[in-house]
């Protein structure tokens, strides 16, 4: 059963300090996507990879975060410094890249908590 | 400006009580609709995919329909289980990317 895997599931930190979230995508599939879901804006996309290129990282506050993929089964997003707006559960997702549509695979998340 | 409408925000059903909720999209152009379910403390789960005005998809008691303004979620004789925050999300070609913008969901729930 194929899923998409993220690390760590929940991160309590200080304001300041960087934070770095791990995703890896499914075998196979060549797009990579990070959100961010709150309760008041509910899910934002931050960036979206295509073959490891990064294609649109417009919702993505370019002097903290970055997004990164070292590798076909590794995307990372890391927050420095974080803050405590930054609080939200981030999300990634992969798909195989099939145009004109894709679907989209979700991850289970990781909650982060900026004190 | 591209948007997503889910309404209602919440629903609360008695078990085997048919409703439907609502998705309505302003889009330059629509390249794919997308339904997902999202469980309490975890990730989106893909449920369907319409691509044009007519189409329907039908999964166990749920049926998605779609025209050139809205989406609808259908669900026959729901049962506790089915129970969840209903997402939509399109892509348009706007964008030209596999971009999904999100509306914010109907919280439902299914009471025995």
């Known amino acids: 059963d194929a899923r998409v895997t993220q690390t760590p599931r929940d991160k309590v930190t200080e304001m300041g300090q960087e934070v770095t979230m791990r995703c890896q995508p499914i075998?196979?599939?060549?797009?990579v996507f990070w959100y961010r879901q709150t309760m008041m804006q509910g899910l934002e996309l931050l960036a979206y990879?295509?073959?490891?290129?990064?294609?649109?990282d417009s919702g993505m506050p370019k002097d903290r975060f970055s997004a990164e993929m070292p590798d076909a089964t590794l995307a990372t997003l890391k927050i420095q410094p974080s803050e405590p707006r930054d609080s939200a559960v981030y999300f990634c997702?992969?798909?195989?890249?099939?145009?004109?549509?894709?679907?989209?695979?979700f991850g289970p998340g990781t909650r982060l908590l900026v004190l | 400006e591209d948007q997503v409408t889910q309404s209602p925000e919440a629903l609360r059903l008695q078990e085997g009580e048919s409703s439907s909720l609502n998705c309505s999209y302003t889009?330059?152009?629509?390249?794919?609709l997308f339904w997902y379910r999202q469980d309490p403390g975890k990730g989106p789960e893909f449920l369907f995919t319409?691509?044009?005005a007519g189409e329907e998809k039908e999964k166990e008691r749920l049926k998605a329909t779609l025209t050139k303004k809205e989406s609808f979620l259908h669900i026959t004789a729901p049962k506790p289980e089915d129970s969840a925050t209903y997402l939509c999300?399109?892509?348009?070609?706007?964008?030209?990317?596999?971009?999904?913008?999100f509306g914010t969901g109907t919280r439902l729930q299914v009471f025995p």
């Open positions: 997702a992969s798909g195989p890249g099939r145009d004109p549509q894709e679907t989209q695979y």
């Open positions: 999300a399109v892509q348009t070609v706007s964008y030209n990317t596999d971009k999904l913008i």
């Open positions: 889009v330059s152009g629509l390249r794919g």
């Open positions: 990879f295509r073959n490891r290129a990064p294609l649109d």
């Open positions: 075998l196979g599939h060549n797009t």
């Open positions: 319409l691509y044009s």
